[in-house]
């Protein structure tokens, strides 16, 4: 299981650029056929997170209905749950040996439970399917002892860093700052002009610690901290981790971020940022679309620049490294059998063809797919493709336990409120991980 954690966390963003700016000799039929004609109709119960109003999320649902469309036979029941609430709904689910016959189903570490309660089935008797389209690469995060549970839709850079040219041009900074110094002098310059810093919405808890974390860490810390405190070999209260959570305090203390922080949401912050209340926004590559690929406003989309976190003095990770995740496969019940069986695996070879990932690519997102770009791609994802070229950090939540990630997203709430030091939350890490080898 760690080898799968450690290959799929560490895809590069280069290896995603040659998938998705190269062609590919094969390809899948966009309308796979099953093995046999089922009888009779066939309904098929899903849960999915895609209630934000994201590009590809809509994108996604368009596939469910047009395959219902294609195959009146089959029926998909979709439950479509925040993602706040999906994962602790889903793995009560797994617990309870309840699970729906589809489901989104995330990488590496979170694969855990799912194994452990055997309640997943593999879908190696169609991986040839995609010969040739997927690297492994990309597949390992769903591979697990050898066995292919799902495919991946998308690759995500949770940390990118959107902002204003000219309210940083104004602020005296022409280009993104280099160095953590030379950002924090931005982010004292950019509150005397009276704009907020950086917008952050962080009342679901995750966004600073999947986006704003991840990236931090890294900086100081270097890609192998978190598989070494996994392996007992570091602790959360090492002093570069420390120092990594004392990022925040410095910049709470400076006013960087909204005052409303914990009580906005992330699309409430997309908002924010896109009315100018704010210099800055930290989130992840598929707003991409949003701000700029697809905004109606071109002025403002060619205003827009993207930058990943400067380097911190001292630090042992590679600011050039972006922290990447492939997302969204789509998992099936062990428990399905027969024509339910095979209408899923029908299924699954329908969304995940080529036409998806050039569908994707088409709307600004990256793909961990060997296809033909399509004509209609941007400028901005050939840059957003740039800034990430140089490899992926680790995403906190793709490594660490639940319990430890619950720990972390309630200690950067007190901290962000001063209710609490970043050597207070380091030992209380420390501890659930403690427990988690008891």
């Known amino acids: 299981m760690k080898k799968a954690v450690r290959t799929s966390m560490l895809i590069t963003a280069s290896a ?25 109709p066939v309904t098929l119960t899903m849960e999915y997170n895609w209630s934000t109003p994201n590009v590809d999320n809509l994108l996604y649902k368009e596939r469910i209905k047009k395959f219902e469309e294609l195959n009146p036979d089959i029926k998909i029941e979709a439950q479509d749950i925040p993602s706040a609430q999906y994962r602790t709904k889903l793995r009560t689910e797994a617990a309870g040996n309840s699970m729906p016959d589809m489901f989104i189903l995330f990488p590496a570490i979170e694969m855990e439970p799912y194994i452990a309660a055997d309640v997943l089935m593999p879908i190696d008797e169609i991986m040839d399917t995609w ?60 509150k005397e002009s009276g704009v907020t810093p950086m917008a952050i919405g ?36 090492d002093p570069d981790y420390v120092k990594s959570l004392s990022v925040i305090s410095d910049l709470v203390k400076l ?46 989309a060619d205003n827009i620049g993207i930058a990943l976190f400067p380097a911190i003095e001292g630090g042992k990770g590679d600011p050039s490294k972006s922290a990447g995740v492939i997302q969204y496969g789509i998992g099936l019940s062990k428990s399905l059998t027969g024509a339910k069986k095979e209408a899923a695996l029908k299924f699954l070879k329908y969304f995940y063809a080529p036409e998806l990932y050039q569908n994707l690519m088409g709307k600004g997102i990256v793909v961990p797919a060997k296809v033909e770009a399509p004509s209609d791609t941007t400028k901005y994802l050939k840059e957003m493709l740039q800034l990430t070229q140089n490899g992926s950090a680790l995403v906190f939540d793709s490594v660490m336990q639940p319990t430890v990630k619950d720990v972390i997203e309630n200690g ?12 207070q939350l380091a030992k209380e890490m420390q501890d659930a991980v403690d427990k988690t080898k008891k």
């Open 255 to 300: 006013d960087a971020f909204n005052a409303d922080i914990n009580t906005m949401d992330e699309v409430q912050q997309q908002d924010y940022f896109l009315q100018k209340k704010a210099a800055m926004t930290m989130t992840s590559s598929t707003i991409d679309t949003k701000f700029r690929g697809g905004n109606p406003d071109k002025a403002m």
């Open 131 to 190: 010969k040739g389209i997927l690297p492994q690469q990309a597949l390992a995060g769903y591979n697990v002892g050898g066995k292919q549970y799902a495919i991946p839709t998308k690759m995500t850079f949770v940390d990118i860093i959107y902002y204003h040219k000219d309210l940083l041009a104004k602020a005296g900074y022409n280009e993104f700052p280099k160095t953590y110094a030379s950002f924090l002098d931005l982010v004292k310059k950019l």
């Open 202 to 237: 962080n009342k679901n808890k995750w966004p600073m610690q999947s986006t704003f974390m991840s990236a931090v860490e890294d900086r100081v810390t270097g890609s192998d901290f978190l598989p070494n405190v996994n392996k007992g070999e570091a602790k959360f209260t």
């Open 16 to 40: 995603a650029l040659v998938a998705a700016m190269s062609g590919c000799g094969s390809a899948a039929p966009e309308q796979a056929k099953s093995p046999k004609e089922t009888k009779g």
């Open 412 to 423: 950067i709430q007190a901290i962000t409120t001063k209710q609490k030091t970043a050597e």
